[in-house]
């Protein structure tokens, strides 16, 4: 068996399945075509003061959407680099595809970043597939059904206290509107835990979070490609995912903590 079918195997379900493993491949695929890019120079244009899109983003999206819309061609896509401000229409299935999460880590070179491919339906996660490249890890969950890395089963940890706690940030690409919010969480978070990381793709982060390489995840302002994949791993995982004010996620949320459900009540009252 291969990884992808593996992931069908895994998930048991006649529906899902196939769902998951045409996530897989897409995944698989984009993740192939940002291999072959990330050593060469890059075509970067800015989307925002510090915001980039490199010739990798849009190329791994068109290999991506290649592939879903050919094996679901009934399912509608939205993809980060052609979303012209996301719809907050979640009604039926929707493929939601962030087809480079952690561009400015790629384009510096620094290994850190992923495919996130999540099928929603009526704005909940059905399957996904987090691919990272460099790690050549393939995260992906099936609701109701568990979570994977390589074909093992993934779990949060059980760390149960904060200051055992290793805790993923990330910044949003509009500092100055968020920075007294930022440094004031970061002033109470970062005394309270083990440590803090920022490394920089929000998707990777949920995945880390789910596979106990993070005992928990907390970010400001991110769309739904960031979360919608993550989302599922970390609740698939026995981990928990709210907003700051601990109300049920969804990819419109403006928030997001994502835990491994012991830490949530503690980490919560730290951000608010
Ligand atoms: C970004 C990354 C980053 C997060 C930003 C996201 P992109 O996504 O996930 O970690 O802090 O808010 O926008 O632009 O690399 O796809
Ligand atoms: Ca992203
Ligand atoms: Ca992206």
Redesign the pocket.
């Known amino acids: 068996m291969n990884r992808i079918t593996t992931a069908a195997a895994d998930c048991r379900d006649s529906r899902q399945g196939p769902l998951v493993t045409v996530a897989c491949k897409a995944a698989l695929a984009g993740g192939a075509l940002l291999t072959s890019l990330y050593k060469q120079p890059h075509t970067i244009t800015m ?1 925002g003061k510090t ?3 490199t010739e990798a ?1 849009l190329a791994a999206q068109d290999t991506i959407t290649t592939v879903l819309a050919k094996d679901t061609p009934g399912i509608a896509l939205l993809a ?1 680099e052609s979303a012209k401000g996301h719809t907050d229409n979640m009604d039926g299935q929707l493929w939601i595809v ?9 384009a510096h070179g620094f290994p850190y ?1 992923c495919v996130s491919i999540a099928l929603l339906a009526q704005g909940k996660p059905q399957v996904c597939a987090i691919y990272s490249p460099c790690m050549d890890e393939l995260f992906y969950a099936c609701a109701g059904k568990g979570a994977w890395l390589n074909g093992d089963p993934i779990k949060v940890t059980t760390t149960d206290h904060l200051i055992e706690a290793l805790i993923g ?5 509009d500092v100055p509107q968020h920075l007294q919010e930022l440094i004031a969480q970061l002033k109470t978070v970062l005394p309270q835990v083990r440590d803090i990381r ?8 949920l995945a880390y979070v789910a596979c106990g390489r993070l005992d928990g995840f907390y ?1 400001r ?3 739904p ?2 979360t919608a994949a993550g989302w599922l791993l970390v609740e698939e995982a026995g981990g928990k995912v709210s907003n700051y004010g601990n109300k049920p996620y969804s990819v419109l949320s403006k928030e997001i903590v994502a835990t491994n459900g012991s830490l949530h009540l503690k980490l919560l009252p730290l951000l608010r």
Not at 98 to 106: Q, S
Not at 198 to 205: E, M, Q, Y
């Open positions: 989307k915001d980039l899109v983003d980060e962030d087809p480079l999460d952690g561009t400015t880590n790629f970043f940030t990330g910044f949003p690409y920022r490394a920089g793709a929000a998707a990777l982060d970010e302002a991110l769309q490609w960031d």
